[in-house]
């Protein structure tokens, strides 16, 4: 397959393979790879799933980080989501020999499921990030969070001197996009835009470009246009990328794309009944030890 100018993609969002937009794209052309594939554990997406073997999964996980390292600029950052046995792996076979630094930050959420009387509860997901170099861009400025103890002797000299606060941990806190999320669409695995944000903006700039390899429901997309920068992406669905299309047209999500949540039926109140004497008595009777 051909590769095109970067021109060419700017602000679009190829229907296709993302593995096949990556072929077209030049070496070292983007500021910011993030990815947030398909986990392998049987999600269905219209109907459709992605799911294959273990390993042929790591192999293809593997080919998308290699074209995702080959597109991204020398001082530029790759962000992949997954969980964390998936990620283990990407790093063992590939990652860890072909970056100048692999860092796995934690992103962690409350869930209602996935309980097991055998195993504490998995409510994290691993979030690799990537350096081919030593001198990639990163702007602890623009997430920077406020200090703890900002009256600590310490802390007023480094306020006074431009600081804006410390550098985010690496573990983050983000919520589940649920079914009551003002986000939530009828997409089965939204990442919660607050959490692409910190990541985009610790890694780029206005007018940089961000290559947001699965355009899914068009959330991420969203958020680079607002914060000025530019995308561009890949949706293999025909459906969610006429989804991601119509909210970059409109600012709005589709009508048909938005979850509806069924409306609960609520039984009209009965006054209580009035207790007689006799029953009163017999609520109140201490039960024999």
């Known amino acids: 397959m051909s590769v095109y100018s970067t021109e060419q993609f700017v602000d679009t969002v190829y229907l296709g393979d993302v593995l096949e937009l990556l072929a077209q794209l030049p ?21 459709k799933s992605y799911t294959r073997k273990f390993d042929e999964y790591i192999d293809w996980y593997i080919r998308l980080a290699k074209e995702s390292l080959r597109v ?17 792996y990407l790093r063992v076979r590939y990652l860890d020999e072909a970056c100048y630094e692999v ?62 606060g410390r550098m985010p941990y690496s573990w983050f806190y983000f919520d589940l996009v649920k079914n009551v999320s003002h986000e939530k669409t009828k997409h089965p695995c939204q990442i919660p835009q607050g959490l692409y944000e910190m990541l985009l903006k610790a890694s780029t700039r206005p007018g940089d470009i961000a290559l947001i390899l699965f355009g899914g429901s068009g959330s991420e997309i969203e958020v680079t246009r607002r914060l000025g920068r530019h995308f561009i992406s890949a949706e293999i669905d025909p459906e969610y990328h006429r ?37 009163k008595y017999s609520i109140n009777e201490a039960k024999p030890s």
């Not at 070292?28 to 997406?45: A, E, R």
């Not at 690799?128 to 000299?157: C, E, G, M, S, W």
Request: charged share 30%; aromatic share 10%.
């Open 72 to 88: 991204l600029k020398d001082d530029g950052n790759l962000f992949l989501i997954n969980y964390p046995k998936q990620n283990a």
């Open 103 to 164: 860092q796995d930050y934690v992103w962690i959420y409350n869930t209602n499921i996935g309980h097991s009387p055998r195993r504490f509860t998995t409510a994290h997901r691993s979030v690799l990030h990537a350096r081919k170099t030593r001198h990639n861009r990163f702007y602890k400025d623009q997430v920077a969070v406020p200090y703890q103890n900002p009256n600590d002797k310490r802390i007023r000299q480094r306020i006074a001197q431009g600081s804006k």
């Open 243 to 279: 989804l991601i299309m119509e909210r970059l047209k409109t600012g709005t999500v589709p009508a048909d794309f938005k979850l509806r949540v069924p409306q609960r039926t609520s039984k009209p109140l009965q006054q209580p009944r009035l207790l007689e004497a006799a029953e």
């Open 27 to 47: 070496d070292k052309s983007v500021d910011m790879v993030y990815g947030d594939p398909d986990y392998n554990v049987g999600v269905k997406y219209e109907g």
